[in-house]
């Protein structure tokens, strides 16, 4: 799998690297045909101190692509919580394609 990172007013240091490629590790534990994926993380001036520094992660599927967002006031944080977040889309995405190709026929 390819992760691209770009961020805009933020350097992306080696930790974030490993922290974010840590997360995608959880993502495939889950479904592991994921082609490509890209993050965004973005550290912008907001009133509201919560929603500072944002996280937005892109994973491209085979015929899917699937998009998480989130804010927090830490970006490690605001990482952990999109990844999360993509997880649950990530699962329910396994599910359907599961459900779809093996139906179940009641006698």
Avoid: C, W
Wanted: proline share 1%; net charge neutral.
């Amino acid at each position: 799998m390819n992760l691209k990172i770009n961020s805009r007013h933020v350097e992306v240091t080696p930790g974030m690297r490993e922290h974010l490629e840590a997360g995608f590790a959880k993502i495939r534990k889950h479904f592991d045909h994921v082609i490509d994926a890209s993050a965004f993380l973005i550290v912008d001036k907001a009133k509201e101190k919560d929603l500072r520094q944002t996280a937005e992660i892109t994973i491209h599927l085979k015929g899917k692509e699937l998009f998480a967002q989130a804010h927090h006031s830490d970006l490690y944080h605001a990482m952990d919580a999109v990844v999360d977040k993509l997880e649950r889309q990530v699962v329910k995405h396994k599910e359907k394609i599961q459900d779809h190709h093996h139906e179940k026929h009641l006698d």
